[in-house]
């Protein structure tokens, strides 16, 4: 019923390592633009702002967070037991995410979406 402790946190990491490294990298050009003013508190501010943030994205978040959920183990699940919302729910094994049913999805959009509005 679903993944191991360990597998879970490297599909974890898989899955948002992406969104996250980017999200960072973008966070830490647009604070690293306060570093070009001519303010000296602004410059401060820039190099506090972009350091924590890469900080955050590369050490923090993309190492750190998944040693210790992998030191804690099966401790790390709170609650054990899943809420009665979820339950049903599989991650696993669910179709709906099949890549297949994505495209179809995404092409049945396409095929709604007016674009005589978009004329250059």
């Known amino acids: 019923n679903g993944f191991a402790d360990d597998a879970s946190f490297v599909k974890g990491v898989y899955r948002t390592g992406g969104v996250i490294t980017s999200a960072g990298v973008i966070m830490c050009i647009a604070f690293g633009g306060l570093m070009l003013s001519k303010a000296k508190a602004l410059k401060q501010f820039g190099l506090l702002l972009s350091f924590s943030v890469i900080l955050d994205t590369f050490i923090i978040r993309c ?58």
């Open 63 to 120: 190492a750190l967070v998944p040693a210790l959920l992998s030191l804690f183990g099966k401790h790390v699940w709170w609650p054990r037991t899943v809420p009665e919302g979820l339950r049903g729910v599989d991650d696993v094994s669910d179709e709906s995410m099949s890549p297949t049913a994505v495209r179809n999805h995404v092409s049945h959009i396409d095929e709604q979406t007016d674009t005589s509005c978009m004329s250059w």
